[in-house]
Each structure stands twice: as structure tokens, then as C-alpha cells.
């Protein structure tokens, strides 16, 4: 396997049961840097599903049996491998996503590493509960075990660091697995496949089948043999998963949208908070679901930070996602045009759009003139009725507006169907805490953006998802509890 600097598209295949399997037919995927195919991947359907999942089910009663430490000894071996490989999954990732290879080199592949190396060392101390109740003469104690076959489906903006995020924990706790990943960037989770064979794990326990959602993904949710559904992704399709494991009465995690919001108190320290909130807008393309969509700045210093704001953005560099570009293009052409309609509504809401889209000119040499290139766009002078300031937009695009008391902030926040994240800037700690825990959101960061302990509960409240992730609580979704009561006397 290598990844092919010819003409000819790279070609990838299905992994069903410790096999690579060619497919009848494929779809083509697209380097979003020059719209040009890049890669060919299988169209899967029904029946390739049902091969992935009769394996996964077949190899479920051998691994579901082996001990912890033998699992946690194969993932440690694939997050080895995926440091070695570093540099060829961050190209690949780079290519087929958009977002810059040192992005890649630095965040997306580091993480896939660390996902399974953090599941593999937790797994090995987690311990269960048990409760002693000497007046009765009996002892009450928990046993975990795993669910079955996961169903693992995950978007496009970070391929493989999210998708990694779902197999570690469910093959730590002693599940198989079949991954759906997205159709528009799959190569990276291919090139995974190859590494997890070479590191031991045992056929069929990872199966990956690649296609669409409306067909490959829909037969996977639908799957009697499929016991646990792990989604990352849109609102609106998370909303259908949701509907299809309940019919089923399957354990689902909805992972979805967000419409983050930046708080600029008038004491943050603006050295710190203008270049934080850059990334935490712009980062990835805007294509994080953790990225700031709106950022509401105080009155007093609403001026300066929007100067400051829009003058740095200018500076960053867009172009081909080499080494030294800030951003790259985004993943598709679909995308680009939902992104840039986004724009185009904040103009008819009265907004003036301060620096991107339509006023900073962007003129790239061929072959990246056919590339989805945006600049990142700084609107302001919008009300938060605008569908800018309430639908997510997942791009580089960001929505400033001035408020005046911490009452007033709080409530516009949280007046949005999403409740992903926050980041809230100022040197009070009574207000930031007091601000903190009233946001209707699954993660409030305090003068930092995107920092995060794996131990800790990861997801969204409200239209951004039901579940939490991290190295216990995704234990919660991927295995059964049973209460043992043990009477002794
Ligand atoms: P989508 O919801 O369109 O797709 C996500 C995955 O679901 C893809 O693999 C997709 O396949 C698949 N899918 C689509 N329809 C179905 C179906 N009917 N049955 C089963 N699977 C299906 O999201 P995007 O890929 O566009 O990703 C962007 C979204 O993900 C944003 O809303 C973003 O906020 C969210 N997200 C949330 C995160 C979180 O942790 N809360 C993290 C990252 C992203 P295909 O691509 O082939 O259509």
C-alpha cells in the first residue's frame, strides 16, 4: 500500500474480515485543493454490510473473551505504529481533507495515536463498583461486559482522529466493529486498516466498509446484528440515527452540530484572547464542531477586538495545505457553497462583512484555481435572529456582536438550538465561573481553547447530541452493567 503520486486515482478497498476486498463498484474522491479525483472507493451496499457484520459477529465470542491486557497490548501496538507512520497519514489526511499537512502532523494523527494508547492503559485500571452491606449479609458489585457489534460512523473534518476516538474504547471493552467513515475522506482509515492487520488484531474484530450514508451507512444502522451505534456528525442525520436505534431499542451516541459562541469580557487579556480566538474560529478551515461561530465581545472593548481580530486574519496565510499555510480549501464543492450562502444570507440580514469572502481577494495559480479556497470572513452588524448566528456553518466564518452585562451574554448564548461549546475570556475568576456554569454546554473553556484531558466527559447538550465520550464514560456506552448481589450470611 502507498500512497501514489501518478495520474492514476488511488484505488481502495473494503476490510471484511482480516481481508481487503475489492468492490463491483466505486465512487470518486476528490482533492479538494484542485477538484481534480484522487481517489477511487468503494460504493459499498447492503450486502457488503452484511459481510462486515457477520464477521464482526463471528469473531465477537473470541475477542469478547480475551483479557484487557491482551487487548490493551494490540492497540498500544497500533497507536506505535501509527506514530511511525506519522508522516504518511498527515500527506494522506492533508490531500484528501484539505486542512494543512503540518495541522495533520501536529493534531489529527498525534490524536489516532493517543486514542488508542489512552483506551489501552485505561482499560487495564478500570475497576467496578461494588457496595458492602454487612447489616443484610450481602455484598453488591458490578461486572462490565462489552455490547457486541459497534456500528462506528464519523464525519469528514477529522477523519481519522474521530474515527480512531470510537474504535479504541470499543475494542478496548471487547467489542468488534464495523466502521462507516465519511464517503468524502476515507483514505486515511483504509491506510489504518492495513496497520491494525500488521499489529495482530484478530480477523473480523475491525471491519471497515466505505460508501455513502444513504446506502452503506443506512443498511450498517439497520442491521439486526449491529447491538451499539457510535455517530459523529450533522444534526439532521444524527436525528434520523437516533429514530432507527430506537425503533430497534439500540444503545446509540449522537455526537452532532454545534453554533459555539466566543465571550470577550472587557478585562481579557486581548494578547492572549486575539490569536486563541483566530484558531478556535479558523482552525481546520472552521471545519472543527468545536470552532467559535459567534463571539459576543463587551461593549467597552468592542471596537478594539474587532480591529485587532480583523487584522490578524488578514495576515493568515490561505493556499495548497503545504507546511506554512494557515488554512487550506475546504473539503468539497457542496461545502464551499453552503458556506458561502451563509454569507450571502448575513448580507441580506444588513450585516458588513469586515474582511474574507467578497472583499479580500484570493487568487491562486493553477492547478489549485479549481481548489474550494475561502478566506476567513469576519462578519459583523448582524441581529441573532440571522440564520448566520443560529444555524452551524462549519467554515471559516465568524458572526461579532457587542454586549453590555453578563446577564445579557449569557442568555443570547444559549439562545441557539446547539450546545456544543464555549470559550469565555477575562481575568475575574468569580465571573468566569459564575458565566461557566450557566451556559447550556457540554464544555466551557476558560481562557484557552481546545484543550482537553481524555479522562474527561466529552459531548454536547441540546440539538448537539446525547452521550459522552472520554476513557470512563465512553466504557458506558460500549459495554452492559450488570449489579451482582452476593449474599454471604
Ligand atoms: P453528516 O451527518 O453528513 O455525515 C456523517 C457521517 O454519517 C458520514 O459518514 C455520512 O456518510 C454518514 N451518514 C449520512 N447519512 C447517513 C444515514 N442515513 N445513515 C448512516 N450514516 C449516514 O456529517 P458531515 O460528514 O457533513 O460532518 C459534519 C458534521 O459533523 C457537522 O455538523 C459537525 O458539527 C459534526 N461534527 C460533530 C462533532 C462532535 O463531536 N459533536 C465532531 C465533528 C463533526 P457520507 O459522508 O458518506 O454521507
Redesign the pocket.
Known amino acids: 500500500m502507498s500512497l501514489s503520486d501518478t495520474l492514476k486515482p488511488l484505488v481502495i478497498e473494503n476490510f471484511i474480515g482480516g481481508s481487503f476486498v475489492k468492490s463491483s463498484k466505486y465512487l470518486d474522491s476528490f482533492d479538494p485543493s484542485t477538484g481534480e479525483i484522487w481517489a477511487q472507493i468503494p460504493d459499498s451496499d447492503p450486502t457488503d454490510v452484511d459481510d462486515a457484520v457477520q464477521h464482526a459477529r463471528n469473531a465477537f465470542p473470541m475477542w469478547s473473551k480475551t483479557t484487557a491486557a491482551e487487548r490493551a497490548k494490540i492497540l498500544i501496538k497500533i497507536a506505535d505504529s501509527i506514530e511511525e507512520n506519522l508522516d504518511k497519514l498527515a500527506q494522506a489526511e492533508s490531500k484528501d481533507q484539505g486542512k494543512p499537512v503540518s495541522l495533520a502532523k501536529r493534531m489529527d494523527i498525534p490524536r489516532a495515536a493517543l486514542n488508542f494508547r489512552a483506551f489501552a492503559e485505561s482499560i487495564c485500571h478500570h475497576v467496578n463498583i461494588s457496595n458492602n452491606l454487612p447489616e443484610m449479609g450481602c455484598i453488591n458489585f458490578t461486572v462490565r461486559n462489552p455490547v457486541g457489534v459497534a456500528?462506528l460512523?464519523?464525519?469528514?473534518?477529522?477523519p481519522l482522529y474521530?474515527l480512531t476516538f470510537k474504535i479504541a474504547p470499543a475494542l478496548a471493552s471487547g467489542n468488534c466493529v464495523v466502521c462507516?467513515?465519511?464517503?468524502?475522506?476515507s483514505v486515511t482509515s483504509w491506510m489504518l486498516c492495513k496497520l491494525i492487520k500488521d499489529a495482530g488484531l484478530p480477523n473480523g474484530v475491525l471491519n471497515m466498509v466505505f460508501?455513502?450514508?444513504?446506502k452503506?451507512?443506512?443498511?450498517?444502522?439497520?442491521h439486526q446484528g449491529v447491538n451499539v451505534i457510535s455517530?459523529?456528525?450533522?444534526?439532521?442525520?444524527?436525528r434520523?440515527?437516533g429514530k432507527?436505534a430506537a425503533n430497534n431499542i439500540k444503545k446509540v451516541s449522537?455526537?452532532?452540530?454545534?453554533k459555539n459562541a466566543g465571550i470577550i469580557f472587557d478585562d481579557a487579556d486581548l494578547s492572549k484572547a486575539v490569536p486563541a480566538t483566530i484558531n478556535s474560529c479558523f482552525l481546520n478551515q472552521g471545519?472543527?464542531?468545536?470552532c467559535t461561530s459567534r463571539i459576543f465581545v463587551q461593549r467597552a472593548i468592542f471596537e478594539e477586538f474587532v480591529q485587532r481580530l480583523v487584522k490578524e486574519t488578514k495576515n493568515l496565510k490561505v493556499g495548497p495545505p503545504t507546511e506554512d499555510v494557515f488554512m487550506g480549501p475546504l473539503?468539497s464543492q457542496v461545502?464551499l457553497d453552503k458556506v458561502r450562502s451563509y454569507i450571502d444570507i448575513a448580507r441580506k440580514d444588513g450585516a458588513r462583512v469586515l474582511c474574507g469572502e467578497s472583499v479580500d481577494e484570493l487568487s491562486l495559480p493553477a492547478p489549485y484555481h479549481k481548489g474550494y479556497f475561502i478566506r476567513p470572513t469576519i462578519i459583523t452588524e448582524l441581529p441573532d435572529s440571522s440564520a448566520c448566528m443560529q444555524e452551524?456553518i462549519?467554515g471559516p466564518v465568524v458572526c461579532l456582536s457587542p454586549f453590555d452585562s453578563e446577564e445579557e451574554v449569557i442568555e443570547r448564548v444559549n439562545n441557539v438550538k446547539y450546545g456544543?461549546c464555549s470559550a469565555v475570556w477575562g481575568q475575574k475568576g468569580d465571573r468566569l465561573l459564575r458565566v461557566a456554569q450557566q451556559l447550556h454546554v457540554?464544555t466551557v473553556w476558560i481562557n484557552c481553547w481546545l484543550v482537553r484531558s481524555l479522562d474527561m466527559p466529552?459531548?454536547?447538550m441540546k440539538e448537539?447530541?446525547i452521550g459522552r465520550?472520554g476513557t470512563s464514560h465512553s466504557l458506558e456506552l460500549y459495554t452492559e452493567e450488570t449489579t451482582i448481589c452476593y449474599k454471604y450470611q
Open positions: 456500528a460512523i464519523s464525519p469528514w473534518n477529522l474521530l462507516k467513515p465519511s464517503e468524502i475522506t460508501g455513502t450514508g444513504s452503506a451507512g443506512e443498511a450498517l444502522i439497520n455517530f459523529t456528525g450533522s444534526t439532521n442525520v444524527g434520523h440515527i432507527v449522537l455526537e452532532l452540530g454545534g471545519e472543527i464542531c468545536l473539503v461545502h452551524e462549519f456544543l457540554g466529552f459531548g454536547g448537539s447530541g465520550e
